[in-house]
């Protein structure tokens, strides 16, 4: 069987690959169904969903229990957030070795101190350029498959600047990254800086409510971009119904207004794959 990573590459060399995000098993198949090629494992979503905030709380024996779930439902390749892994090289080395054990296709670490901060909230901490090379050339050594991809990622834009987010940026991908995802840019003119000033693959993070404005996937290919991730956004939509339909129902002791709102029965089924009374199969396959 293919390496997901490598079919993921596949993909990134034909095209802008949109990547959204996961935060269950059942979420991914609704990826999938709706016809992306990827998904996406959000280390905020994962956490959120957990009832904790993005800083890093959730352990990598939680996280991989997510990703081994996302991968098998889903059928497709899986990017998957490493956050700063999970401790010091050692620790990150291990979390390389889970990951792919799980089925990722792909990973990103980050370049922030623990415990870190959403990449679009400000104070954020960085650790020295040097120890974080170290981390990336270690994880990169790590990996069983080549085709497992190590995704860098750095924060520094709005720490010490866009010149030494760059040179953050070539750095890692001298100690081995395969790719780099620049967080928190600001503009389409500065992600277009970014990629000149950093030549190679690159991941652009397509959050709502943060510090990027809403940019298009075919607008990011036309600035550099190969992978464009939406890490919230349908937990986000999710969640919004959740609110909006408990306060209906609360309003109104009643789910009646809210029937057309909801996910049918058999639209549950059709995306499961169920026919009730006939013996079931997993539909997805482990990437």
């Known amino acids: 069987m293919q390496h997901p990573g490598a079919r993921l590459r596949a993909l990134v060399e034909q095209d802008v690959v949109m990547i959204p995000g ?10 999938r169904e709706a016809g992306f090629d990827a998904c996406y494992i959000s280390g905020g979503a994962t956490a959120n969903v957990a ?7 959730l352990t990598l024996t939680e996280v991989v229990r997510t990703i081994r779930e996302i991968v098998d439902a889903s059928g497709i390749p899986v990017i ?23 089925g990722a296709a792909a990973l990103h670490v980050e370049d922030q101190v623990f415990p870190k901060r959403c990449g679009h909230l400000d104070g954020k901490q960085l650790v020295p350029a040097g120890d974080f090379s170290e981390k990336i050339s270690a994880m990169s050594a790590a990996r069983q498959n080549s085709d497992f991809m190590i995704i860098a990622r750095t924060d520094a834009r709005h720490v010490t600047g866009m010149d030494d987010a760059i040179d953050r940026a070539n750095r890692y991908r001298a100690a081995g990254a395969d790719a780099i995802f620049p967080e928190g840019l600001q503009s389409e003119a500065e992600f277009e800086a970014f990629a000149a000033g950093s030549p190679g693959l690159l991941l652009a ?40 339909g408990l306060s209906e129902l609360r309003r109104s002791g009643s789910v009646e207004p809210i029937l057309g709102r909801m996910q049918s029965r058999q639209e549950l089924y059709e995306l499961l794959r169920y026919t009730p009374g006939t013996e079931w199969r997993f539909p997805g396959g482990g990437g």
């Open 51 to 57: 009832g904790t905030p993005d800083v890093g709380l």
């Open 205 to 244: 993070n397509m959050t709502e409510f943060g510090k990027t404005p809403i940019i298009t996937a075919d607008r990011f290919g036309e600035l550099g971009y190969r992978m464009v991730i939406y890490p919230l956004s349908m937990m986000r939509l999710a969640m919004g119904e959740v609110v909006r």
């Open 22 to 31: 996961a935060f269950n098993a059942l979420v991914g198949m609704a990826v």
């Open 80 to 102: 998957a957030d490493a956050d700063t892994g999970y401790g010091e090289i050692e620790c990150a080395v291990r979390t390389v070795v889970e990951y792919e054990r799980a």
